[in-house]
């Protein structure tokens, strides 16, 4: 019997942004299944236009995957894991530790067929330039939701973001902020004209 499936569903208990008032909740299981779609049409976008030639049901697979391991360790805060050296490698300590775990939930045999999507180090390097501009595109979403909302507080993270996608110059994102971005912006009777 593996616990592997029941445990990862507990990722929509996990709060996201828990140092930021939220107007708008949001939860691991529900950030993991926006940011696989994305990571899926950026690399679509990458393929259909910037001469790319990623394996876009592998991106979206181990995207949706991507914070699997914070059923184990929670969800800590950008500002936190990234404060400094000693703060980025300890946490990416824990994280490679929750890999083996998670992993160690799986029958032994199916081990190695998850093993790509769970462990990052297993991700090519577009694999992870794609998939960590998903992650960022959905806090850039996340952010300026919460702004139409009337919470000023996102604001700051918002700016960041946005910023750190515009110098991290993929062009793929720069289509997605475009093509589709506006689209969030406007009222549900707007988005079927």
């Not at 926006?34 to 690399?43: I, K, S």
């Not at 824990?94 to 032994?108: G, N, R, S």
């Not at 090519?124 to 998939?131: A, H, K, P, R, Y």
Request: with cysteine; glycine share 6%.
């Amino acid at each position: 019997m593996s616990h592997f499936f029941a445990y990862i569903s507990r990722l929509r208990w996990i709060r996201r942004w828990g140092l930021m008032r939220n107007a708008i909740e949001e939860n691991v299981a529900t950030h993991s299944w926006e940011v696989a779609t994305l990571a899926h049409v950026l690399a679509i976008i990458r393929n259909r236009y910037f001469g790319g030639q990623v394996n876009v049901d592998r991106i979206a697979a181990a995207a949706l995957y991507h914070d699997a391991t914070e059923v184990i360790t929670g969800d800590l805060p950008t500002p936190v894991k990234y404060h400094s050296r000693v703060m980025r490698e300890a946490f990416g300590d824990i994280e490679q530790k929750a890999e083996v775990e998670l992993l160690a939930l799986l029958p032994e045999d199916l081990r190695a067929d998850f093993a790509p999507y769970i462990r990052e180090s297993q991700w090519s390097g577009e694999e992870q330039e794609l998939i960590k501009a998903a992650d960022r595109l959905s806090a850039l979403l996340k952010c300026q939701a919460e702004i139409r909302a009337g919470n000023k507080e996102f604001e700051p993270a918002a700016g960041h973001i946005l910023a750190r996608l515009e110098a991290d110059g993929l062009p793929e994102v720069r289509y997605f902020l475009e093509v589709f971005a506006p689209g969030y912006q406007q009222p549900l009777d707007n988005l079927l004209g």
